[in-house]
């Protein structure tokens, strides 16, 4: 069996973590979303993949080309929806076979579940259905499907991932994969409903420190750096080559940092936390519930909790994030939040900086001693 993986797209939704990478980049767990759909393929014997590539093309390539598996990967120049995009793998599509988004995380007991049934997609109970393609279903079978409407009729929604035959090229006359199934439903089709066992998609940014929590709950532990023989290591936690965890310093796993890693002395890392590669965290740091990306630096005396920071930030010493409810404006529509920070890349904050419910675009810089709450700065922008 083939399989499918779209991986065009931007992720609007989730900038500014996608103004230099796409969507299925994003790392989580230390490693990119799209990683983890390859593996519920592979684990499942699909290892015919195809991959359409659009948005920041060459960064899925690279990424692709580094497997040990072969892939195929065939360009959608310009993304004008799933089922355009499908449409582009169609000359590499031999006989029936599964598509999936490469931005969502499912796990191999899903992929299990649909895979042997033509004409299915899978379901998953969301509480926030009007986000996603709303599907209908009676005796195990979808009777509609409408993408992202005003008053959900259930609260079932499509995971975007299907099994499908060769047939469904003759379904497509629109852009969108929803259009197509219900399509396909409206012209008489069977289109089966299977439940999803493990789904999420990472809708806005702040979804991806849930996503990090379920893909560190099963986390091996495994110790590759140097440890101080005073730190205290408490839980699984992965500790990548060369880095240094210095004394007095706890980690309570579940808990991820990359290669040549420098943590502490004298800090705390807190469960559901991954760290990139190449990241400083000065001494007495506390980082809790969050995703450092890679060359980050934390400065000494900081706080950072409920918070995602791109690579290359400088944080100065005494910052500190913490979750706030609040307001924020994505894409001109008013969403309620709760979270600590979002931080682009190539962030600098001067020191005594507090960032609550707040989203700091790329490249941003702010002087010492500002207080951000429930903020969304512009990228480029410099807060005085």
């Excluded at 029936?96 to 899978?122: H, W």
């Excluded at 700091?360 to 700065?377: F, H, W």
Aim: with cysteine; net charge negative; aromatic share 4%.
């Amino acid at each position: 069996m083939q399989a499918v993986i779209l991986a065009a797209g931007e992720g609007k939704r989730v900038r500014p973590l996608t103004w230099s990478r796409p969507k299925a980049m994003i790392p989580v767990a230390n490693r990119p979303i799209i990683a983890y759909t390859i593996d519920a393929l592979v684990k499942n014997g699909i290892r015919d993949i195809v991959v359409v590539v659009g948005y920041r093309k060459e960064q899925v390539t690279r990424y692709l080309n580094q497997l040990d598996i072969p892939v195929t990967v065939v360009v959608q120049e310009k993304q004008l929806g799933t089922a355009h995009a499908l449409l582009q793998a169609k000359s590499a599509i031999t006989g029936d076979f599964l598509l999936l988004p490469g931005d969502n995380y499912i796990d191999e007991q899903s992929v299990a579940r649909i895979k042997d049934t033509k004409n299915a997609l899978l379901v998953k109970d969301h509480p926030h259905p009007s986000n996603f393609g709303v599907v209908t279903v009676r005796e195990g079978r979808a009777e509609s499907i409408v993408e992202k409407p005003e008053h959900a009729a259930s609260f079932q929604v499509s995971t975007g991932i299907y099994s499908l035959t060769k047939e469904v090229f003759r379904q497509i006359k629109s852009n969108d994969m929803t259009d197509v199934i219900a399509d396909m439903i409206d012209s008489g089709t069977i289109v089966h409903a299977i439940p999803a066992d493990d789904w999420q998609d990472a809708i806005y940014p702040w979804d991806l420190l849930t996503l990090n929590l379920r893909l560190l709950k099963h986390l091996p532990s495994a110790r590759e750096g140097m440890t101080s023989r005073h730190a205290t290591i408490t839980g699984p936690v992965q500790i990548g080559r060369g880095s240094v965890v210095g004394p007095n310093t706890v980690i309570t796993g579940p808990v991820i940092i990359g290669d040549n890693c420098t943590i502490g002395p004298n800090s705390c890392i807190m469960p559901n936390t991954s760290i990139g590669s190449r990241v400083t965290i000065e001494p007495l740091c506390l980082v809790g519930n969050a995703i450092v990306m890679d060359d980050t630096c934390i400065g000494s005396h900081s706080r950072i909790i409920d918070a995602v920071i791109g690579e290359r930030c400088t944080l100065a010493d005494h910052t500190s994030t913490g979750r706030q409810d609040g307001l924020l404006e994505i894409e001109g529509v008013p969403i309620h939040t709760g979270f600590g920070a979002i931080i682009g890349d190539n962030v600098r904050c001067g020191p005594f900086s507090c960032i609550c419910n707040s989203i700091l675009g790329n490249n941003v810089s702010s002087e010492g001693d500002q207080k951000m709450i429930s903020r969304t700065i512009p990228d480029g922008t410099l807060v005085i």
